[in-house]
């Protein structure tokens, strides 16, 4: 998490940026900081949910029978 979060803000520079060449570094870096925060809340609250339910369901199942 601590080398994803990084890597976010490293990229805020690269979203802001201004002169010369500034609208194609904008679009790139604004297209990585959101795929990388999207793969970040994926991975870390998304994907723990999903364990949690199956568990409840498989738990679920087995007081069923």
Request: hydrophobic share 55%; glycine share 10%; charged share 10%.
């Amino acid at each position: 998490m601590m080398t994803a979060v990084s890597f976010i803000i490293g990229i805020v520079p690269m979203m802001l940026a201004t002169g010369a060449g500034a609208q194609s570094r904008r679009i790139i870096g604004t297209t990585v900081f959101s795929g990388m925060l999207v793969a970040t809340v994926i991975g870390i609250l998304f994907i723990p949910s999903l364990y949690v339910l199956f568990q409840r369901l498989r738990e679920w199942a087995h007081r069923r029978m």
